[in-house]
């Protein structure tokens, strides 16, 4: 059986500008240094998700 993988880079802080204020990067910070700003993890608003799809 052959496994596929997609690869995922981060998005830069320049994508996330096109979309989001200063006041909602702000607040959203602490989350991204700590998971990144990968696009999977991004379409999660709670943390235990964004952990659980983490490790």
């Known amino acids: 059986m052959v496994k596929k993988y997609s690869a995922s880079f ?9 979309f989001e204020d200063y006041k909602e990067t702000s607040q959203h910070l602490e989350q991204r240094l700590l998971f990144g700003g990968y696009p999977e993890l991004e379409q999660y608003s709670r943390l235990e998700r964004k952990r659980g799809l983490h490790l």
């Open 10 to 18: 981060p998005l830069a802080q320049k994508e996330f500008a096109e």
